[in-house]
Nanobody
């Protein structure tokens, strides 16, 4: 089974920074893409940022210029550097991986979520 393990969440003051990391392990044949999504109380889960196997990235408009997603060469680890955090960034952040478990089958996998709270 593919496992995605997140770390780095916590409490930070507005304007501060946090870095989230996600490590993929297990039955991985190939990683297509990885990314971060978030869900705030009372809201739908939304895309934050993704990076794919071709090194392409995309970001939600709300985080452009503030957040940066990066990856290692194998796409086994992805990080989200979050700067200039705002209270509205408060959410549970979930790591997502679109991953082949063998040469022909892929699926989306999710981490357990890590809480990011931006508050004074």
């Amino acid at each position: 089974q593919v496992q995605l393990v997140e770390s780095g969440g916590g409490l930070v003051q507005p304007g501060g920074s946090l870095s989230l990391s996600c490590a993929a392990s297990g039955s991985i044949f190939r990683v297509i893409a990885m990314g971060w999504y978030r869900q705030a109380p009372g809201k739908q889960r939304e895309l934050v940022a993704t990076v794919n196997s071709g090194w392409g990235t995309n970001y939600a408009d709300s985080v452009k210029g503030r957040f940066t997603i990066s990856r290692d060469n194998a796409l086994s680890t992805v990080t989200l550097q979050m700067n200039s955090l705002k209270p509205e960034d408060t959410a549970v952040y979930y790591c997502n991986g679109r991953i082949y478990s063998d040469y022909r089958e892929w699926d989306d996998y999710w981490g357990q979520g890590t809480q990011v709270t931006v508050s004074s």
